[in-house]
């Protein structure tokens, strides 16, 4: 087939890390205690009750109208400190500056208002801030901070130390970084971006932020332990959901949530017309899947609800499984368990459940008759009628025992008069 003679432009790539972020990330759960829409998690909800009805209002006029004027160039770590960093006449300027268009008119005409007195205004600001930090946020911040550092330490050193996350596409990075297939309105964030931050977050599941900045997004998530995940992704994870798809029952049954909103069982089953047995096994197996979420309605029935996250998701584990990196890993790990049936084949029985892929030994047994067979099989490594220094043993050793005291097994040979040695220990040989 032909090649097009016209030229094709290049997906921009962009650097992946993770940063701690700690102000901004703060900042984040100060601003979801009133973001309604923002998945969070439940200190979040209990925190929002205990604002007054005017610190939830000062809060939503605050992030939605002044957020981008809260994150100066260089965020301090410590939030005391960045609030000192709010006194100058740096952050008034940015007040001015960064107010958008609102949806709420009557929330801008307070924030015009309030403009008038910009001092003030920053006066209220950072009372505000200061009262959320010492009264909601500081106790339950502490309780996360190592961790988060742990967290973002570790995902920097295993997984995007790795090379080909210093010129990844963007895309499949935000689907890396989200577990499940991002939405059209994530994907628009994505666009044109450089690098990627990642900033855990011990409230947000998952928002994703781009600060006025063209070439930076920064998504932030609470910790998933799929992000270090090493192993590939088997074709069973992706089969449940994809099995509960492959139904004409139950796609129907997505299609009527989908057009008529949230339905009780009751109504569900008179649409269809079916058995309340038949309708209630199949919305049973949406919900297994991720498809429908389910509620009570107060009395014996529930309430379903159409989720088209676990349609993202299932894209997800669909587009993941087919990637030529899983793949390939599926293929690696499928040879290594074939090498390792015939490794174990050939070695005596005792001795199957020690040894890995290449016949290292990768443990001492705790059985007296498991290391006697262990320190034959070790023996056999070495040449007969061959003498060896010590370090040439230490070598051998380490080539074929994962522990890392081989010191403890060259003992353990001599002492069973499988090695013998000189009597200064320069030189050993097969007994």
Same mark, same amino acid.
């Given at each position: 087939?032909?090649q097009?003679?016209?030229?094709?432009?290049?997906?921009?790539?962009?650097?992946?890390?993770?940063?701690?972020?700690?102000?901004p990330?703060?900042? *984040?759960s100060?601003?979801?205690?009133?973001?309604? +829409?923002v %998945?969070? &998690?439940?200190?979040?909800? @209990? /925190? #929002?009750?205990?604002?007054?009805?005017?610190?939830r209002?000062?809060?939503?006029?605050?992030?939605?109208?002044?957020?981008?004027?809260?994150?100066?160039?260089e965020?301090?770590?410590?939030?005391?400190?960045?609030?000192?960093?709010?006194?100058?006449?740096?952050?008034?300027a940015?007040?001015?500056?960064?107010?958008?268009?609102?949806?709420?008119?009557?929330?801008?005409?307070?924030?015009?208002?309030?403009?008038a007195?910009?001092?003030?205004?920053?006066?209220?600001?950072?009372?505000?801030?200061r009262?959320?930090?010492s009264?909601?946020?500081?106790?339950?911040?502490?309780?996360?901070?190592?961790?988060?550092?742990?967290?973002?330490?570790?995902?920097?050193?295993?997984?995007?130390?790795?090379?080909?996350?210093?010129?990844?596409?963007? *895309?499949?990075?935000?689907?890396?970084?989200?577990? +499940?297939? %991002?939405? &059209?309105?994530q994907?628009? @964030? /994505? #666009?044109?971006?450089?690098?990627?931050?990642?900033?855990?977050?011990?409230?947000?599941?998952?928002?994703?932020?781009?600060?006025d900045?063209d070439?930076?997004?920064?998504?932030?998530?609470?910790?998933?332990?799929?992000?270090?995940?090493?192993?590939?992704?088997?074709?069973?994870?992706?089969?449940?959901p994809?099995?509960?798809?492959?139904?004409?029952?139950?796609?129907?049954?997505?299609?009527?949530?989908?057009?008529h909103?949230?339905?009780?069982?009751?109504?569900?089953?008179?649409?269809?017309?079916?058995?309340?047995?038949?309708?209630?096994?199949?919305?049973?197996?949406?919900?297994?899947?991720?498809?429908?979420?389910?509620?009570?309605?107060?009395?014996?029935?529930?309430?379903?609800?159409?989720?088209?996250?676990?349609?993202?998701?299932?894209?997800?584990?669909?587009?993941?499984?087919?990637?030529?990196?899983?793949?390939?890993?599926?293929? @690696?790990?499928?040879?290594?368990?074939?090498?390792?049936?015939?490794?174990?084949?050939?070695?005596?029985?005792?001795?199957?459940?020690?040894?890995?892929?290449?016949?290292?030994?990768?443990?001492?047994?705790?059985?007296?008759?498991?290391?006697?067979?262990?320190?034959?099989?070790?023996?056999?490594?070495?040449?007969?009628?061959?003498?060896?220094?010590e370090?040439?043993?230490?070598?051998?050793?380490q080539?074929?025992?994962?522990?890392?005291?081989?010191?403890?097994?060259?003992?353990?040979?001599?002492?069973?008069?499988?090695?013998?040695?000189?009597?200064?220990?320069?030189?050993?040989?097969?007994?």
């Amino acid at each position: 087939m032909m090649q097009s003679p016209f030229a094709l432009s290049r997906a921009a790539t962009v650097t992946v890390r993770a940063t701690l972020a700690t102000v901004p990330s703060q900042l *984040f759960s100060l601003w979801a205690l009133t973001a309604d +829409t923002v %998945p969070v &998690d439940n200190w979040v909800t @209990q /925190a #929002a009750t205990q604002l007054s009805p005017e610190e939830r209002r000062f809060n939503r006029l605050l992030f939605a109208l002044f957020g981008a004027a809260l994150l100066p160039p260089e965020a301090p770590t410590d939030f005391l400190t960045y609030l000192e960093t709010l006194q100058g006449a740096a952050f008034q300027a940015r007040l001015v500056e960064v107010m958008p268009e609102s949806d709420e008119p009557a929330l801008r005409a307070e924030a015009e208002a309030l403009l008038a007195d910009p001092v003030a205004l920053q006066q209220r600001i950072i009372a505000h801030l200061r009262h959320l930090w010492s009264a909601l946020l500081a106790a339950e911040w502490q309780r996360h901070a190592h961790l988060l550092s742990q967290m973002t330490s570790t995902l920097n050193e295993v997984i995007f130390s790795q090379p080909h996350w210093q010129a990844a596409d963007p *895309f499949n990075v935000l689907r890396f970084l989200l577990q +499940t297939e %991002p939405d &059209d309105r994530q994907l628009v @964030q /994505a #666009a044109g971006v450089r690098q990627v931050l990642l900033v855990l977050s011990p409230h947000l599941h998952a928002h994703l932020a781009r600060f006025d900045q063209d070439a930076t997004l920064w998504v932030v998530r609470t910790f998933d332990p799929q992000l270090l995940r090493r192993d590939p992704l088997r074709r069973a994870e992706a089969l449940g959901p994809l099995h509960a798809l492959a139904d004409d029952t139950r796609l129907r049954i997505l299609e009527l949530l989908v057009e008529h909103g949230e339905q009780r069982a009751q109504e569900i089953i008179a649409r269809l017309a079916g058995s309340q047995g038949n309708v209630s096994r199949h919305l049973k197996q949406l919900v297994g899947a991720g498809f429908v979420r389910e509620r009570r309605a107060g009395d014996a029935n529930k309430l379903y609800t159409y989720d088209p996250a676990g349609l993202q998701r299932t894209m997800f584990l669909a587009r993941q499984l087919l990637s030529r990196h899983n793949v390939e890993a599926v293929g @690696q790990e499928i040879a290594a368990a074939t090498q390792l049936d015939q490794v174990r084949a050939g070695a005596p029985p005792i001795l199957r459940d020690l040894l890995d892929e290449q016949g290292r030994v990768t443990r001492w047994p705790g059985k007296i008759k498991e290391q006697e067979a262990m320190l034959r099989y070790l023996l056999d490594k070495f040449e007969p009628e061959r003498s060896y220094s010590e370090q040439q043993v230490n070598e051998l050793l380490q080539q074929w025992h994962l522990d890392a005291d081989f010191v403890l097994v060259r003992r353990s040979l001599v002492d069973a008069g499988l090695l013998r040695r000189t009597r200064d220990g320069a030189r050993y040989w097969r007994a």
